[in-house]
């Protein structure tokens, strides 16, 4: 089964780019979120290939100043100026149980996108790094509904993307998924805490107030919509390192 898992790394090591996703060899798109102020989350692989950064949030993007890679999971801290008129996302008060509903809210292929998705459990799954394979704890999930139904079954550019609980807390940020069986697999709750906690990121100062019962038939999707019009969730652009 893992041998269809689809990765879209930013690294000429392990899978290929997507092309909708990679422009002229120079750029690539994925998906960002505000966790504090000037502080955002992506996927690892988004930025380990990346010289520069931007948040694309505002009509001038946002750039990205530092970022630090995570050696144990898939994420990266993307660290821009504060900007306080941007609410933040919050973690949930607990991990998701079995059968539980998610909510991932990103740009695949560029475009705006929401994922309705059932919790299955977490598992050790091995993904390229550095150019070596490391394993590492993911929650893997299980696909409801997704919109817009057009919308292309690689999700190649959400990679970074959050994955909330009906409440609008974080339970996972996207990472993977294996498309023609409907599974996406994200970096647990857990472990995104403990990186977050271990760079000393301080609480925001606003969190931004989401439609109560996120997973009901459109909660999700007016959700997943103030998300992106409120720029919590944002495109993040990278400026790609080909020197090597």
Not at 12 to 30: C, Y
Not at 193 to 203: D, L, P, T
């Amino acid at each position: 089964m893992f041998l269809a898992l689809i990765v879209i790394f930013w690294t000429n090591a392990g899978l290929a780019v997507d092309p909708h996703v990679q422009s002229d060899g120079d750029e690539a798109q994925a998906t960002a979120f505000k966790i504090a102020d000037g502080v955002w989350l992506t996927a690892r692989h988004v930025a380990i290939s990346c010289k520069a950064m931007n948040i694309e949030n505002s009509e001038a993007p946002l750039p990205v100043e530092r970022w630090v890679l995570n050696a144990q999971s898939d994420v990266a801290l993307l660290l821009t100026q504060p900007d306080i008129s941007i609410a933040a996302l919050n973690f949930a008060q607990r991990p998701p149980e079995t059968g539980e509903v998610g909510l991932m809210h990103g740009y695949p292929q560029n475009q705006a996108f929401d994922l309705k998705q059932r919790y299955l459990g977490e598992r050790s799954l091995t993904l390229p790094a550095h150019g070596k394979k490391v394993k590492q704890k993911v929650s893997y999930w299980a696909e409801i509904k997704r919109y817009p139904r057009s919308a292309p079954i690689d999700l190649g550019g959400a990679s970074g993307a959050p994955v909330l609980d009906s409440t609008g807390g974080i339970v996972g940020l996207h990472i993977a998924s294996i498309p023609r069986r409907g599974r996406t697999f994200s970096v647990p709750p857990g472990s995104l805490k403990a990186f977050v906690q271990s760079e000393g990121v301080a609480k925001p100062e606003a969190l931004i107030k989401l439609h109560g019962q996120g997973d009901t038939a459109l909660g999700w999707l007016v959700n997943g919509a103030e998300l992106r019009a409120f720029k919590t969730i944002a495109r993040v652009r990278c400026l790609l390192d080909n020197a090597g």
